[in-house]
């Protein structure tokens, strides 16, 4: 490579082209090693090792001995860190370099340069990471961002101040765009226009083999050392390069205070990576160089500086030595891409590049997936864009395994005639991949999702120390339905809490306090208060304290809809929710919403899909039982639960992961919380008898949380006692559990052992001053005459009571009961435990039937159900609208009679609505 000339010294030897400081002799003089050689030559005049060591020792040491000596300590120098960073400096034709702990390590300790008031010109396309940092000292250190597009200079020119701009932050190729700015031609305009101005590059894509910025007019360059110099991603490492002295006191001082100077073990690391940082990046973006033809060839639209139709490739030709080993192409549909990134083998999925295995990312998706994605949209970041990191790996072997992606994905197809593939068009024929299922389509079509609510029949608020509680699903279920809109709004319409409904405009929802968690990935253990206290200001601030279950509600809904969001294009909708269980009485209703809302937004995002249901066995509707069969796998169960309890710890704070598991599976479980030294988890309880049960809604507010809490505050003052009963209602819930499993044990002693359990369950409650006198008002009144056995359930505090009802209870009786409870002012349901799970109605045409139903009331005592709904007031224009070509009626057929059908009907209404698919 022909070298640059240092245009500081005209007429000297560019300073990464010096000899080594052995001396000359006069009779022939000493050639300027070429960079390869400087590479692997590792040496320091000034540091001569003792033995003569021939690869820099690890000098693995806090401390040094003695006084005034050139190391004290290893966090102001090390003797490694030092050969390290002499290193760095002699390639990177820099008079100073500095070694941290990683790239955005070393992007933070330039930027503390900084202060308030200060501005900054950036690009438009920039690291992840990058953009996240600067919005950080935009919001907290008071400096003004200006993002540009850097491939234009005279883009620059409107936001150059003489003494407000205090920096300029490159990156030239981008990431992951590729696009090149002229940092020569920068420089110089900035510093006539603004002499105090300091020109930063951030070099990652090249490292100082193919381009030193340094020699274009830069005044700091740093790496994300991990990338290129490293070259085996077996270390983080950032370094910083600099020629001017004022600066470098600057940064030392920094790295000394803040102490992320690299550790002796990363420094001999990166210095052994350095060795062959010429020989790796040649092999690399020659490999690049095939790649990207290979694509182009193909007709996709490709970003490689190499390519002779990239708008950058003079500039990017007379700054650098060579193109690099990053390069993007796009495919014009999102899910395209990803089933492209997704079918490979030789190529990993992963963040970063610069290491001598290939990856493949989705930047949108991965290492720029901070970046909101109104802004990506803005700086035209496409959401199907495709980076390839290239590695040193044979070109036949990396061609042959995307080439299998592109064919299995159907990108391309073998055109016969030329024997040789073509990308399919467009317009072309649809392929498995590109084609848009109506199903895949998720955001785009009505989905009508119910989930069972629950009692727990013995171990609450224990649970939360460790012991087995037994829960199941009750007959009652909460409803959501998602209706697709056309004007850019997400609504949601409690209809059971005050008929609460509001919108929001999508794009004023907090973007910028979002970190989604991408497909596959669990959500962390903490919720993300940044996202919690971001929607709550900027959100949810119109809600009223008197509306505290709808905050709630809302809350849950949308930290569920913007996390699962992967940052494309949002899914627009209506979320509306409907319940036939009483809410906050106790019976999981929360939970229930909690599946219901975190099923809608997994199917909205296209996060979980749903497979053809079974055959019917005849035109009628699968019983509850579905006749043996599950339509809903266990792996789309499990993601709804998972999900399920992100809601429910937004509700509650600190759930047990019962109520939104019996919502999701049905049936009954036993559940141990894990933590407490005893086999954790949950665990179905096969053979469960089918139960009758009275519940009785109080009426009476509960605080969980401040319940659960009281009993907290009770083992701490109490523990002997509150042990005591701990270890009691342990052993009933394991009596409980045997007797619910046991096939030979007769239905009268079940039902018998059951009622004993419950009596005795309910006194431990009542000792651990979670009953209230309504609760036992109600147990009173089941008790006497009728001798019923009465709990409270959940959490108590009021809520709600179960009263086992035996097989030969008269309906008379029950009649009479009920007419009692209601009296007193308690609201009374009749239903049956261990049905269905969460349950999704079919999306495919041939079980969708949207046709009216003729409606009856159950007849005779049946179900008691909750009083009538009225008919729900009618919705103004803004809340139903014609939101496009499209009629509002093609678009929400279920939503106005799911809106105006009574509490009563609502289950008959939409079982007739066609096949369910439950779990």
């Known amino acids: 490579m022909a070298p640059s000339i240092d245009p500081r010294a005209p007429g000297k030897l560019p300073m990464h082209d010096l000899p080594t400081p052995e001396p000359e002799s006069p009779l022939r003089p000493r050639k300027p090693y070429r960079f390869s050689t400087l590479c692997a030559t590792v040496e320091n005049p000034e540091m001569k090792d003792q033995y003569g060591s021939s690869s820099v020792p690890i000098y693995q040491t806090a401390t040094f001995k003695g006084v005034h000596g050139e190391y004290d300590y290893s966090r102001s120098g090390n003797p490694t860190r030092s050969h390290l960073e002499h290193h760095i400096a002699k390639i990177s034709s820099a008079a100073h370099a500095f070694t941290v702990s990683s790239g955005m390590a070393a992007l933070d300790v330039i930027l503390r340069l900084l202060k308030p008031g200060d501005e900054i ?55 992951p765009l590729l696009k090149i700015a002229d940092i020569a031609a920068i420089s110089k305009d900035v510093k006539e226009r603004a002499p105090d101005a300091i ?11 193919l381009q030193r910025p340094l020699e274009h007019g830069a005044d700091i360059v740093y790496d994300s050392a991990t990338k290129y110099l490293s ?65 182009s060839s193909l007709g996709f639209p490709v970003h490689y500086p190499g390519l002779a139709d990239h708008p950058g490739r003079d500039i990017h ?6 193109n690099g080993a990053v390069l993007s192409f796009e495919t014009g549909d999102k899910d395209l891409s990803e089933k492209i990134v997704g079918g490979t083998r030789l190529w990993g999925i992963s963040v970063s590049f610069g290491c001598v295995n290939s990856l493949i990312s989705m930047p949108c998706v991965m290492s720029h997936a901070s970046i909101d994605p109104a802004t990506r949209a803005a700086r035209g970041l496409p959401e199907d864009l495709i980076r390839l990191c290239v590695g040193i790996e044979d070109p036949h072997d990396l061609l042959d395994d995307l080439e299998r992606a592109l064919v299995e994905a159907g990108a391309i197809t073998l055109n016969a005639s030329q024997n040789k593939y073509d990308r399919v068009p467009d317009d072309g024929p649809l392929t498995l991949a590109v084609q848009k299922l109506h199903l895949n389509g998720a955001e785009e079509m009505e989905w009508l999702i119910s989930a069972p609510g629950k009692i727990i029949l013995f171990g609450e608020h224990a ?20 209706t697709p809109r056309r004007d850019n709004k997400l609504s949601i319409h409690l209809q059971d809490i005050d008929n609460f409904y509001h919108e ?14 991408a497909p596959g990935d669990e959500h962390p253990e903490h919720l993300d208060e940044r996202l919690v206290d971001a929607l709550n200001k900027r959100a949810l601030d119109m809600i009223s304290e008197e509306q505290k279950a709808a905050h709630g509600a809302c809350l849950a809904f949308l930290y569920l809809y913007m996390i699962l969001n992967k940052n494309e294009d949002h899914p627009i909708f209506s979320f509306t929710a409907r319940s036939t269980l009483p809410v906050g009485a106790g019976l999981g209703s929360s939970a229930s919403y909690s599946v219901c809302a975190a099923t809608a937004s997994l199917l909205a995002h296209r996060r979980i899909t749903l497979p053809l249901p079974p055959v019917p066995s005849s035109s009628e509707h699968l019983h509850v039982s579905h006749q043996g069969r599950r339509a809903i796998s266990p792996a789309t169960a499990e993601e709804v639960n998972r999900w399920a309890f992100v809601a429910e710890k937004i509700l509650h704070g600190n759930p047990s992961g019962v109520d939104n598991s019996v919502a999701v599976f049905g049936g009954a479980l036993a559940y141990t919380r894990p933590g407490f030294g005893k086999k954790s988890g949950m665990e179905g309880i096969q053979g469960f008898k089918s139960l009758k049960f009275l519940l009785t809604n109080s009426k009476v507010p509960r605080d969980t949380k401040k319940l659960v809490a009281g009993v907290g505050e009770k083992k701490e003052n109490e523990p002997e006692l509150v042990n005591g009963i701990l270890e009691s209602i342990q052993s009933i819930s394991d009596e409980a559990r045997r007797a619910l499993a046991d096939p030979e044990l007769p239905r009268d002693s079940l039902l018998s052992a059951l009622s004993a359990l419950m009596n005795e369950n309910h006194q431990h409650l009542v000792t651990l001053g979670v009953s209230h006198p309504s609760l036992e008002n109600i147990k009173e009144k089941t008790a006497v005459p009728h001798g019923l056995s009465t709990k409270l359930t959940g959490a108590g505090g009021g809520g709600c009571a179960v009263t086992l009802i035996p097989d030969d209870f008269k309906n008379e009786q029950l009649q009479d009961l009920i007419n009692t409870l209601i009296r007193e002012n308690f609201q009374p349901y009749l239903t049956s435990v261990g049905g269905s799970g969460l349950g999704i109605l079919s999306p495919y ?41 499209k009629s509002s009626s093609d678009l929400d057929p279920l939503r106005a009679p799911f809106l105006s059908t009574t509490v009563a009907e609502l289950p008959s209404w939409a079982s007739g609505l066609g096949r369910w698919m439950y779990v």
């Open 199 to 209: 020109i930063v590059v951030d070099n990652t894509m090249m490292s100082p083999y």
């Open 317 to 322: 030709s007379r700054i650098a030595d060579g």
């Open 845 to 885: 045409p041939e079980h969708r039937n949207h046709g009216s139903r003729t409606l009856h009331a159950p007849e005779g005592l049946g179900q008691v159900t909750p009083p009538d709904t009225p008919t729900a007031r009618e919705l103004s224009p803004g809340e139903i609208v014609d939101r496009s070509e």
């Open 231 to 295: 070259g085996h991603h077996d270390l983080m490492a950032g370094a910083v390069t600099c020629n001017r002295d004022d600066l470098a006191q600057k940064l030392a001082f920094t790295i000394n205070s803040v102490g992320n100077a690299l550790t002796p073990i990363d420094s001999f690391l990166l210095l052994r990576g350095i060795k062959t940082l010429a020989l790796r990046m040649d092999r690399q973006q020659t490999n690049a160089q095939v790649v990207a033809e290979y694509l």
């Open 463 to 482: 649970v939360v120390h460790g012991v087995t509680a037994i829960a199941a699903s009750v007959d009652l279920r909460c409803y959501g339905l998602t």
């Open 504 to 517: 929001w405009d999508v794009n004023s929802l907090p973007w910028d306090a979002v970190t989604p968690v």
């Open 121 to 175: 010109i950036a690009g438009d396309d920039l690291y992840g990471g990058t953009n996240r940092l600067l919005t950080y000292i935009r919001t907290h250190v008071g400096v003004t961002i200006h993002h540009v597009d850097t491939t234009n200079p005279e883009s620059l020119h409107p936001y150059i101040h003489p003494t407000k701009t205090a920096m300029v932050l490159l990156e030239s190729p981008t990431n």
